[in-house]
Structures are given as structure tokens and as C-alpha cells.
């Protein structure tokens, strides 16, 4: 079975500091990844997705993942980090086929002070 | 283009009364999901449709949820006598279903309280 593993619950860091998320999954074979985002009260929006090719994939808002098959890692990075990217960030895996469910993370919820 | 929207974005019921959801999927989607997320438990997958398919239901936690798509397209999420832990957000995603890229986009949620 699928399963994401996002170890840090919660994550603080100063405005313009760099951040990166940790993301670990379990899947038998070729996994669909995936970063959301949700804010206070909002529905989850997608910020990347790897399905194969370049590790290095390239999302909104300045973000950025990289797909380490021998690591069965995704962490999501970005070089500067701005006050409106406090958030709460889920990491995701789906099946590889067209549709199908996604297993999500448990989140990672990330506070900016000025 | 619009996308995913769910209504009514917020409802508060009373425990062993029944409730209904729903969503509207981006026009031309396929593919529509439902899941639950809940402080203790996550997002969790509870049901998905795609197209004229049987839907896969594996993720419904009893018998008392249900849920139905009209027309390949709104669907209805029903929780019949609802009880204190089915306070949940309820969110919904749609997919074009076509294609190994395919991707799922949520809508805002419904917060479903149950007193």
C-alpha cells in the first residue's frame, strides 16, 4: 500500500530565509508526487507534480521539488520565503494510472515571523 | 475557467440527523473524488467516480455514507445519521481523467459540525 511520510509537523523560519520540507514516500512502482497547499479555511491548491523526466520540477510561487528515487523522497524547497507562504503544505502520491486515489501527508504547518 | 465549488461551504447538524453535500466539478472532468479531512485523521480518500465506471467506494468509513454523481457530472455526498466524529471538512477534486498527468483540483470545502 501507498503511504507519505511528512516528519515535521510544524516548521518556523524568518521572512527571506530558505526552507525546505521533507517528504518520504512508499510505493511499489513508479510514483505520481504532488505538493498542496492550503491556507486558513481553503481548499488544497496544487503547487507541483512529478510524473517523470526531470527530477527537478519546478511549481508556483517560487517553489521547487526534487524526486530522489533512492531517497523515496520529494522535499519541496524554496530560496526565499515571503509572509503569505505561511501555510499548511501536504505532500501527496498517486497510483500510476490515469486517476485513482492520492494518499496524502499529514502536513507540515509553516510559520513566518517578519 | 471556474473551478471546483462546493456548497454550502459550512453546516452545522444536530447528531442523528442526515446531511447532504455537494459538488460541482470543473466542466469537463471525469474524474470527481471525495475526501475527509479531520484533525485526528488526515485527509483521507473516501470515494471516487470516474466517467460511467462503477465507483470505487473503498474509503467510506460505514454504511451510513453514501454518495451518487447525476448526469456525470454534480455529485451528492450523503451522511445519513450523522454522529460527533463525522465533524470533518469535506473536500472535493475533480480530474479530466484522461492521460498519465492527470491531476486533481479541490475545491473550498464543506466544514461539517455535528452537535
Known amino acids: 500500500a501507498q503511504s507519505v511520510t511528512q516528519p515535521d509537523i510544524h516548521i518556523t523560519v524568518s521572512e527571506g530565509a530558505s526552507l525546505e520540507l521533507r517528504c518520504n514516500y512508499s510505493?511499489?512502482?513508479?510514483?505520481?508526487l504532488f505538493w498542496y497547499v492550503q491556507s486558513p479555511g481553503q481548499g488544497l491548491q496544487l503547487l507541483l507534480k512529478y510524473f517523470s523526466g526531470d527530477t527537478l520540477v519546478q511549481g508556483i510561487k517560487g517553489f521547487e521539488a526534487e524526486f530522489k528515487r533512492s531517497q523515496s523522497s520529494f522535499n519541496l524547497r524554496k530560496p526565499s520565503v515571503h509572509w503569505s507562504d505561511a501555510a499548511e503544505y501536504f505532500c501527496?502520491?498517486?497510483?500510476?494510472?490515469?486517476?485513482?486515489?492520492?494518499?496524502f501527508g499529514q502536513g507540515t504547518i509553516l510559520t513566518v515571523h517578519p | 475557467g471556474a473551478g471546483v465549488s462546493q456548497s454550502p461551504s459550512n453546516k452545522v447538524t444536530e447528531k442523528g440527523k442526515d446531511v447532504e453535500l455537494r459538488c460541482d466539478p470543473i466542466s469537463g472532468h471525469t474524474a470527481l473524488y471525495w475526501y475527509r479531512q479531520s484533525l485526528g485523521q488526515g485527509l483521507e480518500f473516501l470515494i471516487y467516480?470516474?466517467?460511467?465506471?462503477?465507483?470505487?467506494k473503498s474509503g467510506l468509513p460505514s454504511d451510513r455514507f453514501s454518495a451518487e454523481r447525476t448526469g456525470g457530472s454534480v455529485s451528492t455526498l450523503t451522511i445519513q445519521r450523522t454522529q460527533q466524529e463525522d465533524s470533518a471538512v469535506y473536500l472535493c477534486?475533480?480530474?479530466?481523467?484522461?492521460?498519465?498527468?492527470?491531476?486533481?483540483?479541490f475545491g473550498p470545502g464543506t466544514r461539517l459540525t455535528v452537535l
Open positions: 477534486a475533480s480530474s479530466s481523467g484522461q492521460g498519465r498527468s492527470d491531476t486533481q483540483y
Open positions: 510505493y511499489g512502482a513508479t510514483p505520481y
Open positions: 467516480f470516474q466517467g460511467n465506471s462503477a465507483p470505487d
Open positions: 501527496a502520491v498517486g497510483p500510476g494510472t490515469s486517476y485513482g486515489k492520492l494518499t
